[in-house]
């Protein structure tokens, strides 16, 4: 035989050599999740080893996580039911305590990078995306809502805005508003292809953000749906996003890489709280190793063609690393 493909895994030195895709600690942010209040540590059943923090615990949480190597975070509020309201005006606040971690964070960690979460679902009574009207989610009345958010976010020192509501319009409207107002720096992380899936449900018990009525399908994309995500990301990119979002990522590698080879911009992908609880269901069990799984998965979301990753494995896997 002149080919033996074998030869080239015959020992860890020829299969590093050889490997086609490389994941590194620097490819991933890690999402955290922030309550106000103080001396607060507060478990999330359906995602071990997952917490809200108060801001006090959250600065030492990330002082740790940069010890091992992580410099990229994103942070998502938990918001106490008598802040919402229908207008979410909590979420631009001057007051608003998300606002003022993002500005503490950035002061502590200047050489971080730090992402936020422009959506009305964590300050909204309704715990939709947008603006509900009669019963309906009303597209155009959400945007400047939105923008609101994002520039209240950007005045506080955020790095990259993640606005993920799937309001049509919403990456142009708020990238005006933060040239308007001299943020001209300040990126944009669309998430482009949200797909209406089930592996939210963790996340929605950390935030308590459920929607009280219906679901999000009129909004976020149909995961029968392929073709559809080209549409969002060609929007996206001529609305001035920086870097394109597929969410969820391990159900949806096909769209990651079809989005990968149709745009020559950045591309993420978020490893969702229920992939991640799956994994940690499955190895409790013992059916499955978690540090291999978890590797496995994240590798199979970089193969895809992501070049970033949001996950909740990233503090393992950057203690894996170490």
């Known amino acids: 035989m002149n080919q033996r493909p074998r030869r080239n895994r015959k020992s860890a030195n020829v299969r590093e050599m050889v490997a086609e895709t490389n994941l590194k600690i620097e490819d991933l ?15 999330i059943s359906s995602m071990p080893n ?6 006090d615990l959250l600065l030492k949480e990330i002082e740790t996580c940069g010890k091992l190597g ?25 007051k608003n305590f998300y606002l003022k971690a993002i500005h503490t964070i ?41 923008c609101k958010m994002a520039l209240a976010q950007a ?6 805005i993640g606005p993920s509501d799937m309001m049509d319009g919403r990456i142009g409207a708020i990238r005006e508003t933060l040239d308007d107002n001299e943020f001209t720096s300040t990126s944009i992380m669309s998430y482009t292809a949200k797909y209406a899936s089930a592996f939210y449900g963790p996340f929605r018990d950390a935030l308590d953000s459920e929607p009280k009525f219906g679901d999000k399908k009129t909004y976020q994309m149909d995961p029968r749906n392929k073709s559809e995500s080209l549409i969002e990301a060609e929007l996206d990119e001529l609305e001035g996003a920086d870097i394109l979002m597929i969410k969820p990522a391990l159900s949806y590698l096909d769209v990651i890489q079809t989005i990968k080879k149709n745009s020559n911009l950045p591309i993420s992908a978020y ?4 992939e991640y609880a799956m994994v940690h269901a499955a190895a409790e069990k013992g059916w499955l190793d978690y540090n291999q799984t978890f590797n496995e998965v994240l590798t199979s979301i970089k193969r895809a063609g992501a070049d970033i990753i949001l996950t909740y494995f990233a503090k393992d896997f950057a203690r894996l690393k170490k």
Not at 72 to 94: I, M, Q, W
Not at 126 to 137: P, R, T
């Open 50 to 55: 997952c917490f809200r923090w108060s801001l």
């Open 271 to 274: 490893n969702v709280s229920g």
């Open 70 to 94: 992580i410099n990229n975070f994103v942070l998502f509020p938990a918001v106490e039911n008598h802040l919402k309201d229908k207008t979410a005006s909590y979420g631009y606040d001057s």
């Open 29 to 43: 942010i890690y999402p955290l999740f922030i309550v106000d209040g103080s001396n607060k540590k507060l478990p």
């Open 155 to 160: 005045e506080a020192g955020i790095d990259i």
């Open 106 to 146: 950035k002061n502590n960690f200047p050489e971080f990078t730090l992402m936020s979460d422009v959506a009305m679902d964590p300050y909204s009574i309704d715990g939709h995306d947008g603006l509900v009207i009669n019963g309906e989610i009303d597209n155009d009345q959400s945007l400047p809502i939105l």
